[in-house]
């Protein structure tokens, strides 16, 4: 059975709605979501922010990936609503984008609400600043010290 589908327009309400204050939208559904979490919640923890990683296929049209993100950015960013206040409780976006080529290309999105991946993606932050043996031992459920 697929999700149910909303327009943009229907999307935005549906953020400003929730009982979260900040929505993170990513590209990937594997490690993207763990990997921006772990960020968004130590930004978050400590200033009583309510957040919630989003998946770019949870966007309308289902497309997924970064061409579903950026066109979801630029049209919150036409309506003026990357923050965002109804009901007297605010409401903010932030798009976390792998940079790709996209500084070469010289098609990077201009925001503080977009934040670009140092490297190519967010994989390569993974493997330069990860603990290679907690990541084999989160992956596979095995003790750390079985692994060591």
Known sequence: MSRLR?????????LQISRHNLFAFVEGPTLDPFFYGRIC?????????????????????NAG???????????????????SELNGKRTALVFF???????????????????YTK?????????????FIRGVSSAASI???ELA
Request: proline share 1%; hydrophobic share 30%; net charge positive.
């Open 143 to 145: 003790d750390i010290s």
């Open 97 to 115: 984008l792998d940079k790709d080529l996209d500084d070469i290309g010289r098609c990077k999105c201009r925001s503080h609400h977009v934040i």
């Open 119 to 131: 490297y190519y993606d967010a994989q390569n932050h993974v493997f330069k600043h990860a603990d």
């Open 41 to 61: 919640l130590q930004a978050c923890k400590n200033n009583g922010i309510s957040y919630r990683v989003c998946t770019a296929n949870e966007l309308p049209e």
């Open 6 to 14: 909303h327009s943009e327009s229907a999307c935005l309400r549906r």
């Open 65 to 83: 990936g970064k061409t579903s993100l950026v066109r979801f950015y630029r049209y919150v960013r036409a309506k003026g609503k990357l923050v």
